[in-house]
Nanobody, 121 residues
Framework: QVQLVESGGGLVQAGGSLRLSCAAS????????MAWYRQRPGKQRESVAT???????FYADSVEGRFTISRDNAKNTVYLEMNDLKPEDTAVYYC???????????????WGRGTQVTVSS
């Protein structure tokens, strides 16, 4: 069974930094796109950053220049380095990945359970 497990959330003061990690485990053939989403209080879940298997990345305007997404394909892990954090970055952050369970099968969309990031002013 494929699982995505996030770690690295916590409480930080405004201007501080945190690094989130998300590792995929279980039996699968390949991982395509990996991404981070977040759900702020009272808001819908939104895309924060995505990274392709080749390393091409895209960011939401609200985090461009402050957050960096990266991945280690050998470890099936995606990271989110968050700098200059602001109170409005407070949210539950979710890992997302398109994973191919077996060769010749379709890619399925998987989600982690989320990790809380709280930024105090």
């Amino acid at each position: 069974q494929v699982q995505l497990v996030e770690s690295g959330g916590g409480l930080v003061q405004a201007g501080g930094s945190l690094r989130l990690s998300c590792a995929a485990s279980g039996s699968f053939n390949s991982i395509n796109i990996m991404a981070w989403y977040r759900q702020r209080p009272g808001k819908q879940r939104e895309s924060v950053a995505t990274v392709s298997r080749g390393g091409s990345s895209f960011y939401a305007d609200s985090v461009e220049g402050r957050f960096t997404i990266s991945r280690d394909n050998a470890k099936n892990t995606v990271y989110l380095e968050m700098n200059d954090l602001k109170p409005e970055d407070t949210a539950v952050y979710y890992c997302n990945a398109a994973i191919q369970p077996e060769s010749n099968s379709d890619y399925n969309n998987y989600w982690g359970r989320g990790t809380q990031v709280t930024v105090s002013s």
